[in-house]
Nanobody, 125 residues
Framework: QVQLVESGGGLVQAGGSLRLSCAAS?????????MGWFRQVPGKEREFVAT????????YYQDSVKGRFTISRDNAKNTVYLQMNSLKPEDTAVYYC?????????????????WGQGTQVTVSS
């Protein structure tokens, strides 16, 4: 079982930046897992934001964040990051980190095996 803890959320003005971190712990290391970031606002389903392959060589983004967000990972530190630039009010959500016990990247949240507790990101206009 992998435990995931997100950090780095907060309140930022539109156009600003935040860097989210997701630290993994437990007996299993994430170096062979695909990792993803998702977000959710009240009353809506959890939506895909970005995913990264186990090696970091492949990344994939939701269209609305392409060119603004960057997902990366440091397997030596068991940590995944989401750099968010040029933030918009519509990026406001609780952001979740997820681990998939497979090297294959996917965008469907139901196919991820472990989740963090989430971190709130609020972008003011």
């Amino acid at each position: 079982q992998v435990q995931l803890v997100e950090s780095g959320g907060g309140l930022v003005q539109a156009g600003g930046s935040l860097r989210l971190s997701c630290a993994a712990s437990g007996r299993t290391f994430i170096s062979t897992y695909a990792m993803g970031w998702f977000r959710q606002v009240p009353g809506k389903e959890r939506e895909f934001v970005a995913t990264i392959s186990w090696s970091g060589d492949f990344t994939y983004y939701q269209d609305s964040v392409k060119g603004r967000f960057t997902i990366s990972r440091d397997n030596a530190k068991n940590t995944v990051y989401l750099q968010m630039n040029s933030l918009k009010p519509e990026d406001t959500a609780v952001y979740y980190c997820a681990a998939r016990l497979s090297p294959i990247v996917v965008v469907t949240p139901q196919l991820y095996d472990s989740w963090g507790q989430g971190t709130q990101v609020t972008v003011s206009s």
